[in-house]
Nanobody, 130 residues
Framework: QLVESGGGSVQAGGALRLSCAIS????????MGWFRQAPGKEREGVVV???????TYADSVRGRFTISKDNGNNRIELRMTSLKPEDTAMYVC???????????????????????????RGQGTQVTVS
């Protein structure tokens, strides 16, 4: 249902793009974004765009990553620049198709990008920065 493309390998300081589309149905309200998983590290919500087009970024990528949303095609794109070796991970597109979806999840006074909690996920795409 979520079809991903992009990613690959790049040297530090370089740029890559990821894209993700909802296939098989036209949704008008959703939250959608990416989380990443690196070996030996916790899953991290990276970025999300909500129903209104507002975006939320993890501190680790803010200022370097930019998400855009194409409502007409139920598609999002992530432009990643100034990539660092610590950005190396499997990036997974995730979506919550609930019209009341939320961008962040908060617990114990700490809020984070909520994509790790979303029920719909793509197959993932590898990003490697050397």
């Amino acid at each position: 249902q979520l079809v991903e493309s992009g990613g690959g390998s790049v040297q530090a300081g370089g740029a890559l793009r990821l894209s993700c589309a909802i296939s098989g149905y036209t949704w008008t309200s959703y939250c959608m974004g990416w989380f990443r998983q690196a070996p030996g590290k916790e899953r991290e919500g990276v970025v999300v765009v909500d129903n209104d087009g507002a975006s939320t970024y993890a501190d680790s990528v803010r200022g370097r990553f930019t998400i855009s949303k194409d409502n007409g095609n139920n598609r999002i794109e992530l432009r990643m620049t100034s990539l660092k070796p610590e950005d190396t991970a499997m990036y997974v597109c995730a979506a919550d198709l609930d019209p009341f979806c939320t961008s962040t999840y908060c617990s114990g006074g700490h809020c984070r990008v909520g994509t790790t909690e979303y029920p719909y996920r793509g197959q993932g795409t590898q990003v490697t920065v050397s």
